[in-house]
């Protein structure tokens, strides 16, 4: 079974910490890509990635940024942590040449 | 982007009844994929179908791609399915766009 993992189930952090959402996947999948999720909003793809050290930006990148060093690991980075970031973040992957997504259990991070 | 649209947005059922969720698509449809968002947040692949029908157990979809839709069916609910559904289509870009959801609720 694919098992994509993030880093914390839940996330308190204050306006202005620098804050850093990981996200693995064990399944050697080429495409990784973050996601938040805000009632009434649904699923907005904020960065992917489809191979090591390449990044494109999705929807909503404005104030985060991205990191993938490694192909099974794909970072999301708040540099500066506004309240408007509050929100839900899933982290996805998948393989080519399906394209089949695979999600892991989702980050709720608060700023206060 | 794509324009996916779910309908209905809300639902109610009776444990043992059965539903249709649609998905409509305002471009052609080649990776669809359907997914259950449990209570607790995460999302579940249901079914990876770009064409065609499949079935797994007490649920299956029906892709009609010419026409660009999609039909999810659940018989004999159980308060498990109760959550949200999402459709999901890839665009020339390699992004997935979202439906709204629809969100299940299946009272014993």
């Known amino acids: 079974d694919v098992k994509v993992t993030q880093s914390s189930r839940y996330l308190v952090k204050r306006t202005g910490e620098k804050v850093f959402l990981e996200c693995v996947q064990d399944m050697d999948h080429e495409n990784m890509f973050w996601y938040r999720q805000d009632p009434g909003l649904g699923l907005r793809l904020i960065y992917f990635?489809?191979?090591?050290?390449?990044?494109e930006k999705g929807d909503i990148p404005e104030g985060y940024s991205v990191s993938r060093e490694k192909k099974e690991r794909f970072s999301l980075i708040l540099e500066s942590a506004s309240t408007n970031q509050t929100s839900m973040y899933l982290c996805?992957?998948?393989?080519?040449?399906?394209?089949?997504?695979?999600f892991g259990p989702g980050t709720r991070l608060t700023v206060t | 982007g794509i324009q996916v649209e779910q309908s209905p947005p809300d639902l109610i059922l009776q444990e043992g009844a059965n539903s249709t969720l649609r998905c409509n698509f305002s471009?052609?449809?080649?990776?669809l994929q359907w997914f259950h968002q449990n209570p607790w947040g995460q999302l579940i692949n249901l079914f990876y179908i770009p064409s065609g029908t499949k079935q797994n157990g007490r649920l299956s979809a029906t892709t009609v791609a010419t026409e660009r839709y999609s039909l999810l069916y659940i018989s004999s609910s159980q308060t498990t399915d109760s959550g949200v559904y999402f459709c999901a289509e890839l665009n020339t870009g390699n992004q997935f766009y979202f439906g709204t959801g629809t969100s299940l609720t299946v009272i014993p």
């Open positions: 996805a992957s998948s393989w080519l040449p399906s394209y089949e997504q695979y």
């Open positions: 990635s489809y191979d090591v050290k390449m990044k």
């Open positions: 471009d052609s449809v080649n990776n």
